[in-house]
């Protein structure tokens, strides 16, 4: 039994090891697996907008529902622009924050996110014509609306004839207006040809010409776009329009060296604490100590591995949880094994003191990690912006923390009560003590 509980007892240890190594420093020619975490924009930079919605004369309740609709449009939105982990909140009952890390334009972010893009379709009077950036009056325009970009299933980008275009799919509801109204300009148009104009916002886009009864659900959109401003279009019609008007309150600029800076400061002081904790357990409690230290390198090598995981992002006040989360792991680590150094005084055996003071010590651990969580879930739900970044990574950090300092050094220690080398009680700092067990 003690060969194979010493057998096992290494094996953890070089796993621990493998993943402390592949995590923080990465191993023949592969990068640390902490360098894909997502970093937020107090630390990469980037550009911070708020927005206030416009109630009008819409009731509190409905003001709610579309302030919600409006956040899942901007991140649909958003998303569709490749930007790199932005994070959409609420801020009270009428704002929303939206965080762009890595953006470097603040005009620019503001045209991708502010933007509108209603989209129409119109079927153009018989004796009007309309052309291509032509403004749009919908009170005055010569034509009747057919349908909106909401009838729209999809919108992409394709090149036709060497130059870039944007591909639409219409619903069937769409497409047999449309089958309609092209039907109607070949039956009842004195030439036999019309126009339908695709208007965005305040400005024709494009306005083909119809000749024939046209039964798709596919369209093109010819313009003369870049392929920035064919991406940018399919991406706003892909949006959609936004259910309430928003008013930009507050944009912030945010420079990539403060944070790094700050992050560099963070992760400096963070390792000089951790191994200030590691030797300082290792003096106090020896062993048992040096186990605890294997636990925390641990804990650190999961939390991270579990936020990229989940494409959790890492934000200053993250950071503070983190922290925070590593205390309380230390603070079980040494309730525990001062336990542990009380049975072993009084004359218990390595084992039995170790199923003592894990027993007794249980219920002051798991009280002050559920009511460390319960704060955090509070924090998370009604917090916004950075409290929200530093909720999550302190909910995180506790139960990967009650796992590491509860269930991994617990184990670790059964191990060692079964090796005969590791059952001296000066290796646990207690002088004298007997092999009884009680």
Do not use: C
């Not at 993250?318 to 150094?341: H, K, P, Q, Y």
């Amino acid at each position: 039994m003690s060969k194979r509980s010493q057998l096992i007892l290494v094996l953890l240890l070089i796993v621990i090891a493998v993943l402390a190594v592949l995590t923080f420093q990465g191993i023949a020619g592969v990068g640390p697996w902490v360098n894909k975490l997502n970093l937020g924009l107090d630390i990469e930079g980037g550009v911070a907008i708020v927005f206030e919605g416009e109630q009008k004369d819409l009731s509190d309740e409905d003001f709610a529902v579309m302030l919600e609709q409006t956040k899942n449009v901007l991140s649909n939105r958003i998303d569709s622009f490749g930007l790199t982990e932005p994070n959409i909140t609420k801020q009270g009952s009428n704002r929303i924050r939206i965080e762009l890390p890595g953006a470097k334009d603040v005009d620019e972010a503001l045209a991708q996110v502010g933007k509108t893009a209603v989209l129409g379709f119109y079927q153009v009077n018989e004796d009007a014509m309309v052309t291509e950036s032509m403004p749009f009056d919908e009170e005055n325009f010569p034509g009747k609306l057919l349908f909106k970009g909401d009838k729209l299933e999809n919108a992409g980008v394709a090149v036709d004839e060497g130059a870039p275009v944007v591909t639409l799919k219409l619903s069937d509801e769409a497409s047999k207006i449309f089958s309609d109204a092209s039907k109607d300009i070949v039956d009842n148009y004195t030439q036999k040809v019309g126009q339908i104009a695709i208007v965005l916002d305040d400005s024709v886009i494009s306005a083909p010409m119809v000749s024939s009864h046209l039964n798709e659900k596919d369209l093109i959109i010819k313009g003369r776009f870049t392929s920035e401003q064919a991406i940018m279009l399919s991406s706003l019609i892909r949006g959609g329009a936004l259910p309430i008007e928003l008013k930009e309150i507050q944009t912030t600029f945010i420079n990539a060296t403060l944070g790094r800076k700050a992050l560099e400061q963070s992760v400096k002081a963070g390792i000089i604490g951790f191994i200030a904790i590691l030797v300082i357990m290792f003096l106090r409690y020896r062993y048992a100590g040096f186990l605890a230290g294997l636990a925390l390198v641990l804990y650190a090598a999961l939390l991270f591995i579990v936020m990229i995981f989940f494409n959790a992002t890492l934000t200053l006040p993250g950071i503070a949880g983190l922290v925070l989360s590593v205390g309380m792991a230390v603070d079980a680590n040494v309730i525990i094994f001062e336990r542990l150094r009380e049975e072993m005084k009084v004359g218990k055996s390595l084992g039995g003191s170790i199923r003592a003071s894990f027993k007794k010590a249980m219920t002051t651990i798991m009280d002050s990690n559920l009511t460390t969580l319960l704060a955090a879930v509070i924090l998370y739900n009604f917090g916004e912006g950075p409290i929200k970044g530093f909720a999550i990574t302190l909910m995180i950090g506790i139960v990967l923390s009650l796992f590491t300092a509860v269930v991994l050094t617990r184990y670790l220690l059964q191990l060692s009560s079964r090796v005969p080398a590791l059952q001296n009680p000066r290796l646990y700092a207690v002088k004298g003590g007997s092999r009884e067990d009680r």
